[in-house]
């Protein structure tokens, strides 16, 4: 079956514009994450939605950073008035309800901030 | 603060030999995972190991998960080009926390 995607696969933009990339998660899968990764390292937290309940938000960087998902699909990060440290790989997972730490993920968005 | 530390960060070694990453923390976890990721592409989920002192083997693969559950080591046996790419370790508690990756080449 179809796997995570994400788009754009690549975004540039100016400094201080705001942004959104978007995640279309495994049909069926109730959990979704958002994780950042800069060139070269691990994988930083941002925020997790299990279903209904409300999102663990306890890796956002900061107030410009927000996600969205409607029920159990798609879901949406913002990052507004973009910064120059913004620009990283941003990756999206999710898994299922039966197997909540088997983690697929998308392909990423590189987001490059000039 | 759950911190993961892998070494080496770099790792470039010819084909056929073995090598052997370090995923090592102060933190206990529940269970540790081991992820590769090539280039372009979102990490992919290789092992889990929950028990202390599990060994787990995948072909050429031996991951093993410390007696106190706070370190792990992936060793290759007779790498091959297929095996380059970037190895994170990730330890779960009630969320899982990304190590900082080795990143493995392998030399035709």
């Known amino acids: 079956g179809a796997g995570v995607s994400q788009s754009p696969s690549n975004k540039v933009t100016e400094k201080g514009k705001d942004v959104e990339l978007r995640c279309d998660p495994i049909?069926?899968?109730?959990?979704l994450y958002w994780y950042r990764q800069r060139l070269g390292q691990g994988l930083e937290f941002l925020i997790y939605f299990q279903g209904n309940s409300a999102p663990d938000k306890s890796g956002l960087p900061s107030d410009r950073f927000s996600a969205e998902r409607t029920g159990e699909s798609v879901s949406t990060l913002t990052i507004q008035r973009t910064q120059q440290e913004d620009s990283a790989v941003y990756l999206c997972?999710?898994?299922?309800?039966?197997?909540?730490?088997?983690?697929?993920f998308g392909p990423g968005t590189r987001l490059t901030v000039t | 603060t759950q911190l993961l530390e892998q070494s080496p960060q770099f790792l470039s070694i010819q084909e056929g030999e073995n090598l052997t990453v370090y995923c090592n923390s102060s933190?206990?976890?529940?269970?540790l995972q081991w992820y590769r990721q090539e280039p372009g592409e979102g990490p992919v989920l290789l092992v889990t190991?929950?028990?202390?002192?599990e060994v787990k083997k995948l072909k050429r693969l031996t991951f093993q998960f410390g007696d106190a559950r706070k370190d792990s080591s992936l060793h290759i046996t007779a790498a091959q080009p297929g095996d380059t790419g970037l190895y994170l370790c990730?330890?779960?508690?009630?969320?899982?926390?990304f190590g900082t990756g080795t990143r493995l080449t392998i030399i035709p």
């Open positions: 990730a330890g779960l508690n009630e969320k899982l926390t």
């Open positions: 933190s206990v976890f529940s269970s």
């Open positions: 190991v929950v028990t202390g002192g």
């Open positions: 049909s069926g899968h109730t959990a």
């Open positions: 997972a999710s898994s299922s309800l039966t197997t909540p730490y088997e983690q697929y």
